[in-house]
């Protein structure tokens, strides 16, 4: 009971019912109060905002019958058309301020952006790094093409994750990966391997090291300040199959391209896809009557 009280979407729902609750209370009181300190509130509840907006327009229905009984009110009710445009603002700064919680507190899973990171030319500047090792300094040599003549696509260097200051996961791994290969990853259970594949794909942020990948238009960066461009020329197949029972096999596809940001040609992507897989004829069949 108390690991559900303190979960965060929990303590979200408390939050929200607490604020609502507060502004139900409150709201009755506020119509003495100044009005500057009003739209601040207008402001900070939507709930108020709400209220406000309707109380202003029952007003202003009344005021048409009897315009003295009722002007000494409106000395203290905010102004109608004010209150729609500090409404606007009010989303505009929640939509913003959302957006920059969600890129500086990503959780448990993810890469969180510095809180200055609006401030630092990496984010608006997409630039070609420098294969040199950051977080050891007296190892800085650059990177070199190891048993392969081809491209170098992925590059990990000292690579270390921490989980707690005594449970060490990953302990100064470094590799490369290569275009047009295969590579396998190898180890016994506990050794690290998942957690390496969570650093790549950016479900865990390293505690030191640095990995780089090329996007798909032949320059590396960075996974711990440019993830999100990455992922959009990146396919990652997880431990388990993450697929939905009551889609078909075409249906499932297509989910996937809209998730991936190609909705517009979700049609031909899947047509594509079943095509190479030789599954044209089972594309109206559901997920859970195939074969593992």
């Known amino acids: 009971m108390n690991a559900q009280l303190f979960d965060k979407s929990i303590r979200a729902v408390l939050g929200t019912l607490f604020m609502y609750a507060l502004s139900i209370f409150i709201f009755p009181f506020i119509i003495g109060w100044p009005t500057a300190i009003q739209y601040i509130l207008i402001f900070l509840s939507p ?39 500090i409404m606007i603002v009010s989303c505009v700064f929640y939509w ?36 040199t090792i950051e977080a050891f300094p007296d190892l800085a040599v650059p990177l070199k093409r190891t048993h392969s003549n081809s491209t170098p696509i ?8 921490k989980f707690g ?15 047009n290969q295969i590579t396998s990853l190898l180890g016994p ?28 238009d032949g320059r590396d960066f960075d996974t711990r300040t440019n993830m999100e461009i990455l992922r959009k020329s990146m396919g990652y197949c997880p431990q388990h199959d993450i697929l ?25 992507i899947a047509s594509e ?20």
């Open 96 to 131: 913003i301020l959302s957006w920059y919680l969600e890129k500086v507190l990503q959780g448990e899973y993810g890469i969180p952006l510095d809180w200055n990171f609006l401030f630092k030319r990496d984010y608006w500047r997409l630039e070609k790094v420098n294969h």
């Open 154 to 161: 992925v590059h990990v260097d000292h690579l270390v994750k």
């Open 165 to 179: 200051p005594n449970k060490i996961a990953v302990d100064d791994v470094s590799f490369n990966l290569y275009e």
């Open 273 to 292: 896809i079943l095509r190479l897989v030789n599954l044209e004829e089972s594309q109206n069949l559901y997920c859970n009557t195939l074969s593992r």
């Open 47 to 85: 709930f108020i905002a709400g209220y406000s907006t309707f109380q202003q327009a029952i007003l202003h229905e009344l005021a048409y019958k009897d315009v003295a009984l009722f002007q000494p009110i409106y000395r203290h009710v905010p102004i109608y058309f004010v209150t729609l445009i």
């Open 189 to 216: 259970d506990g050794s690290g391997k998942t957690t390496i594949f969570n650093c790549l794909i950016g479900i865990y942020r390293q505690t030191c090291g640095i990995i780089t990948i090329e996007s798909e």
């Open 244 to 268: 939905f029972n009551l889609l078909t096999i075409k249906e499932q596809i297509e989910f996937y391209a809209t998730a991936r940001g190609f909705g517009k040609n979700k049609q031909q």
